[in-house]
């Protein structure tokens, strides 16, 4: 099995670089003309990855560096803002545009990607729940994956902590999330990511009381100096450097699962909280999950908004719906080489629109990539 993943790496490699040589997938050729957005969503060291359940929503500053390297070659790089301006004028002249987003608002993108953003002199877009202007509680997905990492290192490492009492119900706990999957044959990050892809099926009720009968098992969460939010002078100090700060919902719930109600506290409630926090306006909008329906694309336009991101992968033509724009999420591993490298040539086949599968990938930013 080795063998043949290792095979299919050097060929996926020889691929890239022979498009590349060619200019086939150079970004100046096949993105011309067209808005293109990537999205990062934590920026950590490579020590405070190693203690972050979701490794694969991280990237290092080097890894962020690396890419901004590559990025700000080959197209103008700047706020989805600033980007809509220019787009919005039609025929583009020069390089491609696009835009810079982070999701999320936590406190890393301020520590670690702003230095990198700096050096590399572009700006971005920062899309931030509005819960955290007053709520330093990690957002759900956060907090259930923290929850579900602490529970499959008892079982797949048979590390101590858990009282033999509640072995029972930690083992169902888990048995909800993941029925019938062996703990063992999976990594536990793999293992993770699966559970919580399993819970954005479920109603808010379902994943509250899962969480709420976790709560009752678990030791309580240690939560690290970084692992937090940007408080609102650090989001007025982006703003003040020439940053974008958008609305990422109000408290990151799955959007489709909202009442009509619940949906304008998520959509305009949240555009007016941050409007006054920090006062400047906020004119776009992060779908959470990328997860919208009709009802969601209706009201961001209510709310005032002049646009919307999801996560659905791709690029963005002249006339598409300012509503429903595509991103590429960068994912580190994504962009490697066999052998670990960043890797131009693999970074710019899949953003190029001729990499096989990645029209039908949806990058999920609670959870990895699912087609």
Not at 9 to 24: F, K, Q, Y
Not at 29 to 42: A, G, K, P, W, Y
Not at 204 to 226: F, V
Request: net charge neutral; proline share 6%; glycine share 8%.
């Amino acid at each position: 099995m080795g063998g043949l993943t290792g095979l299919k790496a050097l060929v996926r490699d020889v691929c890239g670089e022979v498009l590349s040589l060619a200019r086939l997938t150079a970004p100046e050729n096949r993105l011309r003309q067209r808005l293109s957005i990537v999205t990062f969503h934590r920026v950590l060291t490579e020590s405070q990855r190693r203690l972050y359940p979701l490794p694969g929503l991280a990237v290092t500053p080097e890894e962020l560096d690396d890419h901004l390297r590559f990025l700000t070659r080959h197209f103008r790089c700047m706020s989805l803002h600033t980007a809509l301006d220019l787009w919005a004028g039609g025929h583009v002249p020069g390089r491609p545009l696009l835009a810079i987003t982070f999701d999320d608002g936590q406190l890393d993108n301020y520590e670690n990607a702003l230095p990198v953003l700096e050096k590399n002199s572009v700006t971005a877009s920062f899309y931030v729940p509005s819960q955290v202007l007053e709520d330093a509680t990690p957002l759900w997905h956060d907090a259930m994956a923290g929850s579900v990492a602490w529970l499959v290192s008892q079982f797949v490492h048979e590390t101590a902590g858990l009282r033999t009492s509640g072995r029972q119900g930690a083992l169902g706990l888990l048995a909800e999330l993941q029925p019938g999957v062996d703990l063992g044959r999976v990594t536990p990050h793999a293992a993770v990511e699966a559970a919580l892809e399993q819970t954005k099926r479920w109603n808010p009720a379902q994943r509250e009381d899962w969480m709420r009968r976790a709560r009752s098992l678990l030791p309580p969460p240690e939560r690290h100096r970084w692992d937090g939010f940007m408080s609102i002078g650090q989001m007025k100090d982006l703003v003040a450097r020439g940053h974008e700060i958008g609305s990422h919902s109000h408290s990151h719930a799955l959007l489709p699962q909202c009442s009509d109600d619940e949906l304008r506290v998520e959509i305009a409630g949240s555009r007016q909280k941050l409007e006054a926090a920090l006062g400047t306006p906020v004119t776009t909008f992060c779908y959470p999950n990328g997860s919208a329906d009709a009802r969601c694309v209706a009201q961001a336009r209510i709310a005032g908004y002049r646009a919307a991101v999801t996560t659905r992968w791709g690029s963005n033509l002249p006339g598409d719906e300012p509503y429903l724009l595509q991103r590429f999420n960068m994912n580190a591993q994504h962009a490697q080489d066999r052998l670990g490298r960043f890797s131009e040539a693999r970074l710019a086949w899949r953003m190029s629109g001729l990499h096989p599968g990645l029209d039908r990938v949806r990058q999920d930013p609670c959870g990895g990539v699912t087609a």
